[in-house]
């Protein structure tokens, strides 16, 4: 290995944001301490060797706090220069030598802070079929989906590899790629500075740097859309790649494509190294060879990246390990919609609730442990929420990463409550709250929003009546249901409109004559009445439907508290519940919508599927509690209830439940500020 020190001077002028950035943008966000701190805990992790500049990272940590605070000063007032790289001749395994160029470490934690603020945006854009420097990816996952393709069929290959990628890649393609995804100048500046750094050629990614994976990845990821499909499927790993094909003429064609491409870009196609080959020939990739048949490994398991337990957490779990089949609800009378389009991936939650597991951190990921046991691992860009139940550990570096990420972190009691959450802080909306507080405070204007959402509860308690009419319910449910259709109209339009009902206590009451109607006759729709014995809606878990509903509603309450207060609301200013200290009336005020679409509609489908029967339920003095498989079927029933397509009915797009949330959320910001009539969202008969 040959060392040299590179001879590069910083930049003459330094780099200059600008006089003001908007706050709570991403270069606001990169540049926070907290941001800069979690960053250097990575490069402090990795302990790699010292810059051009000498200084080393263990010279760089007694002094760490006070130098990520200049660091943080300059960055924002346009103070900060790159110092200089040193440069490393990494000998190659085919021979030759790969060049290394390590930044110094106050430039290595900078670009860490970018790399954690842009992987959740820019990763969620990249395609299926890139594997490399990806959070929750690995080397196993990319063999694995060149062996599906095998068996499917796509025999033949194309072998490819990059002419020196890295050192190849077009300084202005990739800045102008970067700008169609990030429109916040500062930090594409910034990044261009580090670029120009590195090489005043106007070409090349320093391979000593953290955020170089990711732009790699971002620079070719225009090629990777264009040579999917029309009968190719690629899996690419960095700058090595397969296209596969089920004949040797549409290979000779996709290698030919694929190298027209990478000249459109300024790269070239390696002819050394590609070629096109069967598997009934042999291919190798990233040390496997696959065989006819088979699928042989070349190099130790340990030498490759672990594989990571992102399917299993994506599948709300940590905890919830079954799969969700056997729980997972019909919607009474559903149609079928379009797969879901906007807000699809909000608000996604892992749960975390056995007692003696732990939620921590590993490089970019959150990961949970038992004991020192890896169960799962999950990069912050695929969670939006995590649930810890009681007895669950948390580090807090796993909370350092929740509040670089935007991921709310709760403590629930295990029964549906909330014991205590970690938000992360946020600019919040002034003028917004400040719209919000007008409308409460003006008596019209409140009472008139009042009655759309009593209304909109009401005739939502009807529908769900008559679409478990639709199927094989009891025969004196369906007769009751009819009889009560009518009479519980005729409470939503009087709540809508009569003078009389002119206060929130009279349309409450109102609400509670509904009730009276509604709940019974739930109770009538199960075919095992003992567990509503009730036939009301009581809280504490009087019988087993109430502890259910008790859950479901506790997971409502939370999806609509993150989507109200993404969107700048006061949770606490709502029109229909009063305003109290540590209530969050505004939440209320929303799950009246839901509550029979989402809550009861699942509860009545948990029980009536057989997902809920007496063991999961004990005595609980007066009341009834779930069990830990009880509670987790609620958990899985819930998530696989709000994961079903349905319409929006402001949009009309395809969504799922919790973009609902948050359309519904958005509309109520409009009413507040401009006086945009707001809707409660209404079932579809």
């Given at each position: 290995m040959s060392v040299e020190n590179t001879t590069k001077e910083a930049l003459a002028q330094p780099y200059l944001p600008g006089p003001r950035f908007p706050p709570d943008s991403l270069f606001d966000r990169a540049t926070r301490?907290?941001?800069?701190?979690?960053?250097?805990?990575k490069v402090r992790a990795n302990n790699g060797a010292a810059g051009g500049d000498g200084m080393t990272v263990a010279r760089y940590a007694p002094a760490a706090h006070g130098r990520l605070s200049r660091l943080s000063h300059d960055l924002r007032n346009g103070r900060y220069r790159p110092g200089p790289?040193?440069?490393?001749?990494?000998p190659k395994p085919d021979g030759g030598v790969?060049?290394?160029?390590?930044?110094?470490v106050q430039d290595r934690i900078a670009q860490a802070a970018v790399a954690i603020?842009?992987?959740?945006?820019?990763d969620a854009e990249f395609e299926d079929s890139s594997f490399a420097y990806r959070p929750g990816r690995s080397v196993l996952q990319a063999v694995a989906r060149v062996a599906k393709h095998r068996r499917a069929g796509f025999r033949w290959v194309v072998d490819g590899d990059i002419t020196r990628y890295f050192e190849r890649v077009p300084h202005e393609g990739l800045l102008s790629r970067l700008e169609r995804s990030v429109s916040d100048a500062p930090l594409v500046d910034l990044i261009a500075t580090w670029l120009e750094h590195h090489s005043h050629e106007g070409r090349g990614l320093p391979q000593g740097s953290p955020l170089s994976p990711l732009l790699a990845n971002l620079y070719l990821d225009e090629v990777d859309e264009a040579i999917e499909g029309r009968g190719l499927r690629l899996v690419r790993f960095a700058d090595d790649f397969l296209i596969l094909c089920k004949d040797e003429a549409l290979a000779a064609g996709a290698k030919a494509r694929m190298a027209a491409l990478l000249a459109e870009y300024g790269l070239e196609l390696n002819a050394e190294k590609s070629r096109i080959t069967s598997f009934d020939q042999g291919v190798r990739f990233l040390g496997h060879l696959f065989v006819k048949g088979m699928v042989v490994k070349e190099i130790p398991l340990d030498d490759m990246p672990p594989e990571d337990a992102l399917a299993a957490a994506e599948q709300w779990t940590a905890a919830v390990t079954e799969a969700p089949d056997a729980s997972v609800p019909d919607d009474p009378g559903a149609e079928a919609a379009a797969p879901p389009g906007r807000w699809a991936a909000r608000q996604r939650v892992m749960y975390v609730l056995q007692p003696g597991r732990r939620l921590a951190t590993a490089g970019e990921s959150f990961v949970v442990r038992e004991a020192e046991t890896e169960l799962a691992r999950v990069a912050p860009h695929r969670v939006d929420r995590i649930e810890l139940g009681r007895g669950v550990a948390l580090d807090v570096e796993a909370l350092d990463l929740a509040a670089a990420t935007d991921t709310v972190v709760l403590r629930t009691d295990g029964w549906g409550r909330a014991l205590g959450r970690w938000t992360p802080?946020?600019?919040?909306?002034?003028?917004?709250?400040?719209a919000q507080a007008a409308l409460v405070l003006d008596p019209a204007r409140r009472i008139a929003l009042a009655r759309r959402i009593v209304s909109?509860?009401?005739?939502?308690?009807?529908?769900?009546?008559?679409?478990l009419s639709r199927g094989k319910p009891p025969p004196a449910f369906k007769a009751a249901a009819t009889e009560a259709a009518p009479r519980l109209r005729r409470l939503a339009r009087a709540a809508a409109l009569d003078p009389k009902l002119g206060t929130t206590a009279a349309l409450m009451g109102q609400?509670?004559?509904?009730?009276?109607?509604?709940?019974?006759?739930?109770?009538l729709s199960l075919d095992k009445p003992e567990f509503f014995r009730g036939q009301r809606r009581r809280r504490q878990g009087e019988d087993p439907v109430n502890a259910v509903l008790d859950v479901l509603s506790g997971l409502l309450a939370r999806d609509l508290e993150v989507a109200l207060e993404r969107h700048g609301l006061h949770t606490g200013f709502a029109v229909l519940h009063a305003a109290e200290d540590g209530v969050e009336a505004l939440v209320h005020d929303l799950m009246e919508e839901f509550r029979a679409p989402v809550v009861e509609a699942c509860a009545l489908a948990l029980f009536g599927r057989r997902a809920l029967e007496a063991k999961h339920f004990d005595a609980w003095g007066d009341s009834w509690r779930l069990t830990g498989d009880g509670y987790s079927a609620c958990i899985r029933g819930y998530e696989a209830w709000v994961a079903r397509p349905v319409r929006g009915q402001r949009s009309g797009e395809s969504m799922l439940w919790r973009g609902v949330m948050e359309e519904q959320a958005l509309a109520y910001a409009a009413q507040c500020e401009d006086d945009t009539p707001y809707e409660p969202y209404r079932m579809d008969y």
């Open positions: 301490h907290a941001t800069l701190w979690l960053a250097w805990e790289a040193r440069r490393v001749f990494i790969r060049p290394l160029d390590i930044p110094p603020v842009l992987t959740p945006l820019l802080a946020g600019s919040g909306r002034a003028k917004r709250q400040l909109g509860r009401i005739l939502s308690q009807r529908t769900l009546l008559k679409r609400e509670g004559a509904a009730a009276a109607i509604y709940w019974p006759l739930l109770a």
